[in-house]
């Protein structure tokens, strides 16, 4: 069974500072805390990255996967696809990050993800997980832009 989590925020920071922050995935231990480890495996002709490698707490245990970012044609979205995973049969999502019509410097955060694990868990702790990781993908992200960290 899959499991779909989407979620938007407002962020008050422009929609390329939001897009830079998601894209410097080097940095990502430093905001979203189960992120343990990232190593980026291949960079795209752009210089952004491409297959990266990540390990990151789960559910009390540690686990290893490996996402293929693709970047297309609309510049202020990101999405990725599971290549493999030691706990997740499947996982696609992606960022993107809109302009606030007449609010300059002011972004709307739009995140989706679809996960499927390897091993059942049942609903009330799926819920949980699925809450704690997009708060990670969202609120996180939106508290390390709008503390004016530094970005690439």
Same mark, same amino acid.
């Given at each position: 069974?899959? +499991?779909?989590?989407?979620?938007?925020?407002?962020?008050?920071?422009? !929609?390329?500072?939001? @897009?830079?922050?998601?894209?410097?995935v080097e940095h990502l231990p430093d905001w979203a805390t189960?992120?343990?480890?990232? +190593?980026?495996?291949?960079?795209?002709?752009?210089?952004? !990255?491409?297959?990266?490698? @990540?390990?990151?707490?789960?559910?009390?245990?540690?686990?290893?996967?490996?996402?293929?970012?693709?970047?297309g044609s609309? !510049?202020?979205?990101?999405?990725?696809?599971?290549?493999?995973?030691?706990?997740?049969?499947?996982?696609?999502?992606?960022?993107? @990050?809109? !302009?606030?019509p007449d609010a300059p410097d002011t972004t709307e955060v739009v995140y989706q993800l679809d996960v499927e694990l390897l091993v059942r868990i049942p609903g009330f702790v799926r819920r949980r997980l699925e809450a704690k990781i997009v708060h990670e993908a969202v609120d996180d992200l939106k508290s390390r832009i709008e503390a004016g960290a530094p970005t690439p």
């Open positions: 069974m899959t +499991d779909h989590a989407s979620q938007r925020r407002i962020v008050r920071a422009s !929609p390329q500072r939001c @897009f830079d922050t998601v894209r410097d189960d992120v343990k480890e990232v +190593d980026v495996l291949v960079w795209d002709d752009e210089g952004r !990255p491409g297959d990266v490698s @990540f390990r990151a707490a789960a559910m009390g245990r540690s686990t290893h996967y490996t996402l293929r970012y693709s970047y609309n !510049p202020l979205r990101i999405s990725w696809r599971l290549l493999e995973s030691d706990q997740v049969a499947r996982m696609n999502g992606d960022y993107e @990050f809109l !302009p606030v």
